[in-house]
T-cell receptor, first 112, second 117 residues
Framework: DGGITQSPKYLFRKEGQNVTLSCEQNLNHDAMYWYRQDPGQGLRLIYYSQIVNDFQKGDIAEGYSVSREKKESFPLTVTSAQKNPTAFYLC???????????FGEGSRLTVL | DQQVKQNSPSLSVQEGRISILNCDYTNSMFDYFLWYKKYPAEGPTFLISISSIKDKNEDGRFTVFLNKSAKHLSLHIVPSQPGDSAVYFCAASPSAYSGAGSYQLTFGKGTKLSVIP
């Protein structure tokens, strides 16, 4: 089945550690995105990538990094510089022509 | 400053009745709007969209209305069913077909809909 796979679903991290969230899609979509959701908040854009080897910062990129070496993959690294990393992270993709995003099931990161 | 606002954090509706979820926006460059539905601990799923060239789009029990002059859109669910209980996000984009800007959706904070059997 075509879709977006995020892993891990749950992740615990100690303060000061970097952690990488995986996102893979087999929808043949050009664009991929990372959003963050906090309780009572909407989805806020962290980074997005329109094509391989290219990505742009979203509204809240500080403390995060990404790479886009393959069309199918868009991993997100939450670095120790991110002051409040505990959140629900959502990866999405789109063909880029209709605005509709397809989301993965999310990864919940908890910093202990 | 919030560019997409969903002023009702929650809404309760009796099964079989109409659910109306509202969304306001402030950015005049937005001309493509989407509604997403989200269950807890899952990713949002696309429900319905509308372009600014229309004022209504219908898909089964779901209808979205757009009032450009008021910068307001609403999602109507008729009849409401218990399975519709979820958080609904309104999202907006500068254009569905323009360049880089079309990739960035701005989301509202969501409205939690509870449909009571």
């Amino acid at each position: 089945d075509g879709g977006i796979t995020q892993s891990p679903k749950y992740l615990f991290r100690k303060e000061g550690q970097n952690v990488t969230l995986s996102c893979e899609q087999n929808l043949n979509h050009d664009a991929m995105y990372w959003y963050r959701q906090d309780p009572g908040q909407g989805l806020r854009l962290i980074y997005y990538s329109q094509i391989v080897n290219d990505f742009q910062k979203g509204d809240i990129a500080e403390g995060y990094s990404v790479s886009r070496e393959k069309k199918e993959s868009f991993p997100l690294t939450v670095t120790s510089a991110q002051k409040n990393p505990t959140a629900f992270y959502l990866c999405a993709s789109s063909s880029g022509r209709g605005g509709e995003l397809f989301f993965g099931e999310g990864s919940r990161l908890t910093v202990l | 400053d919030q560019q997409v606002k969903q002023n009702s954090p929650s809404l309760s509706v009796q099964e079989g009745r109409i659910s109306i979820l509202n969304c306001d926006y402030t950015n005049s460059m937005f001309d493509y709007f989407l509604w997403y539905k989200k269950y807890p601990a899952e990713g949002p799923t696309f429900l319905i969209s509308i372009s600014s060239i229309k004022d209504k789009n219908e898909d089964g029990r779901f209808t979205v209305f757009l009032n450009k002059s008021a910068k307001h859109l609403s999602l109507h669910i008729v009849p409401s069913q218990p399975g519709d209980s979820a958080v609904y996000f309104c999202a907006a984009s500068p254009s569905a077909y323009s360049g880089a800007g079309s990739y960035q959706l701005t989301f509202g904070k969501g409205t939690k809909l509870s449909v009571i059997p």
